[in-house]
């Protein structure tokens, strides 16, 4: 089992950055496929940024709406991931949450085996 906590998030204006963490304790990430999700009020779960299983060689895939402007990364040596996100908008406004999968990679949340408990990000305009 592995343990994960994020952090990071916060109240920032409008063109902004924020980075998340996501500390994990009892397995090492790099044995799982890796995500973070986001959910806005009212709205479902949805993929911000997963990065595959480090055997299948770390490919990385971003949702249309943040790409170009978060960078998802993993520290092996502090057993962290991190989402960096910048030129933030309001509609990136969710509670984000750090997730690990069994699966190499997936898009889908249900396929998350392990969650954080989030962090919330608010931008405002």
């Known amino acids: 089992q592995v343990q994960l906590v994020e952090s990071g998030g916060g109240l920032v204006q409008a063109g902004s950055s924020l980075r998340l963490s996501c500390s994990a304790s009892?397995?090492?990430?790099?044995?799982?496929?890796m995500g973070w999700f986001r959910q806005a009020p009212g709205k479902e779960r949805e993929m911000a940024a997963v990065l595959s299983h480090k055997w299948s060689g770390g490919r990385v895939t971003y949702a249309d709406s943040v790409k170009g402007r978060f960078t998802i990364t993993m520290d092996n040596n502090k057993n962290t991931l991190y989402l960096q996100m910048n030129s933030l908008k309001p509609e990136d406004t969710a509670v984000y949450y750090c997730?690990?999968?069994?699966?190499?990679?997936?898009?889908?949340?249900?396929?998350?085996?392990?969650w954080g408990q989030g962090t919330q990000v608010t931008v405002s305009s």
């Open positions: 009892g397995r090492a990430l790099s044995n799982y496929g």
């Open positions: 997730a690990a999968t069994r699966f190499t990679s997936s898009l889908a949340p249900s396929e998350y085996d392990y």
